[in-house]
């Protein structure tokens, strides 16, 4: 196939190989906890409000911090930032390792790391892998990588689903704590790089909500409202349908993930030959619709049929939006990291205005009515231009 060839002749820098293997290893521990995380703090909690405080409060202090801790990028450089982000993430499943002995205080600790995590990962992570890349096959890159974690993706939520059953989430915690800590190795192999953030913090403040970003803003908050939902309580809701049975979950997780691996690789080769914000509508449509189909959903084989459609919208609107993303983000030449920025406090601010918006509904509706909201936030992704 024509495809498969174009794959092969693709180059990827050294230091792209090994920003994104590190980031693998990153994937697979979180993906190995995440995915069953706001499970087990509804359980441990027993209250979905403080489930939604926990999420909230972290991003809103990430929301906070993100243009403080930009400051350090020049003094730290990227190498650096994103060393000190792997050891908190070390912290931060060691907390839940030790949460069961007294989780009030773990919590704390846990919630402490998880906005430091971010403030100290993602500026670096997203301007260096916005300077590797390849301009005119970024689309085949961010296709590769991406099947690559998926592969990885397929493994995580069945290792997850077979250690809850056998054993606790500490185990878990303990084997997500092994995994990242095998990413230091590879990060400390990256060539040191310095990017220096321009703007104060009044300043910054004053470019988030300048009209001039108004489209891209929106649309960014929208797209971290749909991952609110998608992180938070679409886990939980299949939990309770699936009769909370941790492997049943991890087991169509995993089907689900590798039902889409073929397709997203052939997407990425759509990508390179079509304009990609045409595929970001489309797939904010298949978006949608997959979220208002979520709410019917009853049993395993409808949560694993919706889950494939959704797959499909997913493909094209995350391939197709974070490629976009990534060009726009190298387009903006010495205000790389400025952008992103802004881009990191959007997301963040559109999930805890998603997850303030779906606590209060929960007053009145049941947890369906979160993906009714991620659905009419879909639409707004097209505003990203």
Known sequence: MSWVNDYRKIDFPRDLIYLYSGKLFLDFGNNILNLFLPIFLYQQLQDIFLVILYFALGSLLYFLTLPLTARTLGPLGIKRSLIIAVVLRIVYFWAFYKFTSDPWIYIIVALITSFLIKDFFWLPFHVESAELMDKKNRGKQMSMIFSLASLLGIIAPVVAGFILEKWSFAILALLAMVLVAMSLIIFVRLKPNKEEFCWGYKETLKYFFHPFNRRMVTAYMSDGIIGAVNGIFWPIFIFMVLDEEYRAVGLITGGIILAGIILRLIMGELLDKFRKKK???????????A????????????????????????????????TLVYEKTADRGHYVDEYTVIREMALHGGKIAGLLVVALLLLFFPLQISFIIAAFASLFINLLR
């Open 279 to 289: 595929l970001v509508r489309i797939g904010t449509v298949l978006n949608s619709t």
């Open 291 to 322: 979220w208002l189909i979520k709410t019917t959903v009853v049993s395993a084989f409808e949560i694993f049929a919706v889950s494939i459609y959704h797959m499909l919208g997913l493909i094209v609107l995350r391939t197709s939006l974070d």
